[in-house]
């Protein structure tokens, strides 16, 4: 089973950037960055296959790059941009299910 480790997020003004790392402990494939807001069911974000194609949600697409690199097992995710309503435990996984354990998530705050 692989494990997947988050990491980069933080308290970020609006306007800011963040960029999240994905540490996977083995080889992956077409994977996704989701996030969940307090009260709100997790929604997937972005994707990317090994080969480096992705697909993004309307609400960050122009502000948000995923992007991957095999050597490492990684996933990132370059937020720019950064509105108070992307606010949430930011998580990677593998897409499509059946998905690997969740991680950690890491947070992501953004707040004058």
């Known amino acids: 089973q692989v494990q997947l480790v988050e990491s980069g997020g933080g308290l970020v003004q609006p306007g800011g950037a963040l960029r999240l790392s994905c540490a996977a402990s083995?080889?992956?494939?077409?994977m996704g960055w989701f996030r969940q807001a307090p009260a709100k069911q997790r929604e997937s974000v972005a994707t990317?296959?090994?080969?480096?194609?992705?697909t993004y949600v309307d609400s960050v697409k122009g502000r948000f790059t995923i992007s991957r690199d095999n050597a490492k097992n990684t996933v990132y995710l370059q937020m720019n941009s950064l509105k108070p309503e992307d606010t949430a435990v930011y998580y990677c996984?593998?897409?499509?299910?059946?998905?690997?354990?969740w991680g950690q998530g890491t947070q992501v705050t953004v707040s004058p």
């Open positions: 996984n593998r897409v499509p299910p059946p998905s690997y354990s």
């Open positions: 083995g080889i992956v494939y077409t």
């Open positions: 990317i296959t090994r080969g480096g194609t992705t």
